[in-house]
C-alpha cells in the first residue's frame, strides 16, 4: 500500500516538475511554477520518508533542519551574489550525488549486491558528482573573488587534466570488473575532486556564464546517474530536466562568445592571451557628468548597455533614477542585454527588475541591434567586450566573431569606465577611441549619481524658466 | 536488475531529455537566472535517494554519507526555490501611465 502511493506521488512529482518549468516561459505565469515545483517536491519527499525501509528518523531530521537552516540565509544574498549562490547549490547537488554513490558502493560491497550495472552506475555517479562539487566551489571562490579571478595556467595544463580524468575512468573500469577493489574506488574519489579544481583554475570571470551553465548540467546528470543506481525513474526525469536545461544554456552562452561547444567541454577556454602592449594608446575623448546630461535631454531615444561592472558598483538603482527622469520626459529608454553580460545567464536582467525597471524596457541582443542606428545616445555602464567593434572587424582579435550589441552605431556613445585600463580579457576596446564616442570616467555608482543629479536639476531649471 | 527496469529507465532518460529541451527552449531569456535556481531546487530530488540512503541504517558510513547529503538537498530546495521566488517577484511590467 505504500508502496504504491511512494509511486504515486513520484508520478505527481515528475509532472509538477515539467509543469514547473513549463510555467517559467512568461513572467505572467512564472510564479505558478515555482509552487508547482514546491508542490512536487514536498509530495516527492512525503512519499519517500512512508519507505518501510526506512528504519530510524533521528540522522534525517536533523539533515533536514540543518539544510533548512542554512538554505534560508543563502537565499537572501544580495542580487549580485546571486552567481556565486548558484555555484555553491551546484556543488550542494554534486557532493549529494558523490556521497550517495560512495555510501551504496560501500554497502552492496558488504552485501555482496554490487552488479556490473550498479557499480558501472555508481562509477559515473560518483566522478560526475565529485568533479561538480569542488568544480562548483571553484568557480564560487572565483565569483567572490577569494581565488584570482584570473585564468591560472601553466605549461601542459590540458594534457595534465585528461590524464588524471583517464586515470580515473581506467580505475572506474578496474572496480566494474573486480568491485571489491575499494582502494581503486577511493582514487576515482580523490582523481574526480581534485579533478574539479584543476578544470576551473584556467578559466577567467568573463566565461563565468558558460561555465556556470556547463556545471548546471552537471550536477542534473550526477542525479540521473543517481537514479540509475538507485532505479528511481523520478531521479532521472527531474535530473534530466535540470541537465538539459544546463545544456541548453552553456549552447546559448557558447553561441553568444562564439565558442565552439567541443572547446568549453574540454575546458580550453578562458585562456585568452593578453595581447602584447602593441601601438601607442589611441586619444580618447572624455565628458563630464553634467555634459553627458546635456547629451541624454536633448535625446529622443537612449539605449543603456549593461554589463558587470553594473553589477560590481551596485549601480543599477542609479540607472533607474536615470530612466525615471527620462523617461517622464517623454524620452524613449530601453536596456540592451547582451547574452553573457554580467556572471551568469540573465544576471542583468535580475538586477535591472531589482531596481524596478520594468521587464518590456529589457531587450535582447537581437532586438535591439536594428535600432542602433537610429539610437540618439547610448550609454555603456561596466559593459566592455560585448559592445567592442573589433569583434566584428578585426580579425586578428580574439574576440574576432562573437556577436556583439552595436553600440558604436548609435549617434553618440556615452561610456562609463573607471579607468583606461584594458577590461577583464585585456583586450583594447576601439569603442572608446571611435569619433562618436565620449568617456566618463569613474566608479559607476557616483558617476551615475552625478548625471541623475544633473538630470534632475536641469529638469528642475527649466521649470523655474 | 531486469533488462525491463533498465530499459524503461533509459526510455525515462530519453523522454525527459526531449521534454526539457522543449520546455527550456521556450522560457524567456528573461528569466534565466531564476530558470537556473528553479532547476538547481527541482534536482535537489536527489533528497529522495539521501533519505532512503540514510533511513536504512545498513552501515554507520553510509548513513552519516546519507545525511550530509540529506543536507546539502535540503539546503538546495530551501535556498533555490525561496530564491527563485525572490527574483521573480521583481519582474514587473511598466506601469499604465497615469
Aim: charged share 15%; aromatic share 8%; glycine share 8%.
Amino acid at each position: 500500500m505504500s508502496e504504491l502511493f511512494t509511486q504515486l506521488s513520484y508520478l505527481a512529482a515528475a509532472t509538477l516538475f515539467v509543469f514547473s518549468l513549463r510555467w517559467l516561459n512568461r513572467p505572467k505565469t512564472a510564479r505558478q511554477g515555482v509552487l508547482a515545483g514546491v508542490v512536487g517536491m514536498v509530495l516527492a519527499v512525503v512519499g519517500t520518508l512512508v519507505n518501510p525501509h526506512i528504519v530510524n528518523y533521528s540522522w534525517i531530521a536533523l539533515a533536514l533542519v540543518a539544510g533548512t537552516l542554512v538554505g534560508v540565509p543563502l537565499s537572501r544574498v544580495a542580487l549580485t551574489a546571486v552567481p556565486q549562490r548558484t555555484a555553491i547549490s551546484h556543488a550542494f547537488g554534486g557532493l549529494a550525488a558523490g556521497l550517495v554513490g560512495t555510501a551504496k558502493y560501500q554497502v552492496w560491497l558488504g552485501e555482496g549486491e554490487l552488479t556490473t550495472f550498479r557499480t558501472t552506475a555508481i562509477v559515473i555517479e560518483v566522478i560526475l558528482g565529485f568533479v561538480t562539487f569542488t568544480g562548483s566551489l571553484m568557480a564560487a571562490g572565483k565569483l567572490q573573488e577569494v581565488i584570482p579571478t584570473r585564468p591560472i595556467t601553466y605549461r601542459g595544463q590540458n594534457a595534465v587534466n585528461l590524464a588524471l580524468l583517464g586515470i580515473a575512468v581506467l580505475a572506474g573500469v578496474w572496480v566494474v570488473v573486480d568491485p571489491s577493489q575499494w582502494p581503486f574506488f577511493a582514487l576515482i574519489v580523490a582523481l574526480s575532486l581534485a579533478f574539479g579544481v584543476l578544470l576551473i583554475i584556467p578559466i577567467g570571470g568573463a566565461d563565468m556564464p558558460t561555465v556556470i551553465s556547463l556545471l548546471n548540467s552537471y550536477a542534473g546528470l550526477s542525479a540521473v546517474a543517481m537514479g540509475f543506481v538507485l532505479e528511481n525513474q523520478l531521479l532521472i526525469i527531474a535530473g534530466a530536466l535540470d541537465g538539459s536545461s544546463g545544456f541548453i544554456l552553456s549552447v546559448i552562452m557558447c553561441r553568444a562568445m562564439n565558442r565552439s561547444f567541443t572547446n568549453v567541454l574540454f575546458g580550453a577556454f578562458g585562456q585568452v592571451k593578453a595581447q602584447a602592449a602593441g601601438g601607442e594608446a589611441k586619444p580618447v575623448k572624455s565628458a563630464t557628468p553634467q555634459d553627458a546630461a546635456d547629451y541624454l535631454l536633448s535625446a529622443q531615444r537612449v539605449v543603456i548597455v549593461p554589463g558587470y561592472g553594473m553589477a560590481v558598483a551596485q549601480a543599477q538603482h542609479r540607472v533607474r533614477e536615470i530612466y525615471d527622469v527620462l523617461t517622464k520626459r517623454g524620452i524613449d529608454v530601453k536596456f540592451a542585454i547582451h547574452p553573457v553580460a554580467g556572471r551568469m545567464p540573465g544576471h542583468m536582467n535580475v538586477l535591472l527588475a531589482e531596481a524596478e525597471i520594468p521587464y518590456d524596457a529589457l531587450l535582447e541582443m537581437d532586438e535591439i541591434n536594428p535600432e542602433m542606428p537610429q539610437t540618439d545616445v547610448c550609454v555603456v555602464v561596466g559593459a566592455n567586450d560585448v559592445v567592442n567593434p573589433a569583434a566584428r572587424s578585426d580579425e586578428t582579435s580574439p574576440i574576432y566573431g562573437m556577436p556583439i550589441i552595436d553600440a558604436d552605431k548609435a549617434r553618440v556613445v556615452l561610456a562609463n569606465k573607471r579607468s583606461m585600463n584594458p577590461g577583464f580579457a585585456g583586450i583594447d576596446n576601439a569603442l572608446y577611441s571611435a569619433d562618436n564616442t565620449l568617456m566618463v570616467f569613474g566608479d559607476a555608482k557616483a558617476v551615475l549619481g552625478d548625471i541623475a543629479a544633473a538630470l534632475r536639476a536641469e529638469g528642475a531649471g527649466q521649470a523655474a524658466a | 536488475m531486469s533488462e525491463l527496469n533498465l530499459s524503461s529507465m533509459l526510455f525515462a532518460l530519453m523522454l525527459a531529455t526531449f521534454v526539457g529541451f522543449y520546455v527550456i527552449q521556450n522560457v524567456s531569456r528573461l528569466l534565466h537566472t531564476p530558470l537556473m535556481s528553479l532547476t538547481n531546487a527541482i534536482s535537489a530530488i536527489a533528497i529522495v535517494a539521501s533519505i532512503i540512503v540514510t533511513g536504512e541504517q545498513k552501515t554507520l558510513f553510509a548513513t552519516v554519507l546519507g545525511a550530509v547529503a540529506v543536507f546539502a538537498s535540503m539546503t538546495n530546495i530551501v535556498s533555490g526555490f525561496l530564491i527563485t521566488e525572490r527574483m521573480l517577484k521583481m519582474f514587473k511590467e511598466k506601469e499604465p501611465r497615469a
